[in-house]
């Protein structure tokens, strides 16, 4: 269901197009919350048969530009007023860190430096996505601001976790 708000939110900026939302979902959303081009399709098709967004231009190849509708605003406005997100209460890699203690000491060392690796790259990918974006003080970027940093923060606090829990190990032999 979060898809639906996402889409909203972003068509709340500015219209866009299929392609265009595609483009700013993987640019702003996709570190958040990772959606395919047929789901995002499908979503603007219901989001349309709902009358939450409206098609308001049509374009060569079948190209529909969207925008969203007072319905859409209103809709948006109290999904995030009324609803609280879902508690994550899972996690497979500390689920997996539970049980390194079957794996060979070197398989241990490897799972542990993948995350470290992971995480050192998608925060790099996020330093340089915040580098290439024009910020201004529109609510778009003020927020989009704010969720970035707690993205940067986030995987940080892994790459700082995993060299800790690197530590942790027992000393590998050369």
């Known amino acids: 269901m979060s898809l639906r708000y996402a889409l909203l939110g972003l068509l709340s900026s500015k219209p866009a197009s299929g392609y265009d939302l595609l483009g700013r979902f993987k640019e702003s959303l996709g570190n958040v919350w990772p959606a395919t081009q047929s789901q995002i399709y499908t979503e ?54 539970f049980f390194l203690g079957e794996l060979s000491p ?13 995480a050192a790259k ?31 923060r986030m995987f940080a606090m892994n790459q700082e976790w995993a060299q800790w829990a690197l530590a942790q190990l027992p000393q590998r032999e050369h």
């Open 44 to 97: 603007l098709t219901k989001l349309a048969d709902d009358a939450l967004i409206a098609v308001t231009d049509e374009g060569p190849r079948g190209r529909k530009e969207y925008t969203i509708t007072d319905a859409g605003h209103e809709s948006l406005r109290t999904w995030l007023e009324t609803t609280k997100p879902k508690p994550r209460t899972r996690n497979e890699m500390l689920l997996r860190v």
């Open 122 to 152: 998608s925060l790099a990918e996020l330093n340089a996505l915040k580098e290439s974006i024009d910020w201004n003080d529109d609510d778009f970027s003020r927020y989009g601001r704010i969720a970035l940093e707690w993205g940067e």
């Open 106 to 118: 070197a398989a241990a060392h490897e799972y542990l430096a993948g995350i470290e690796e992971t």
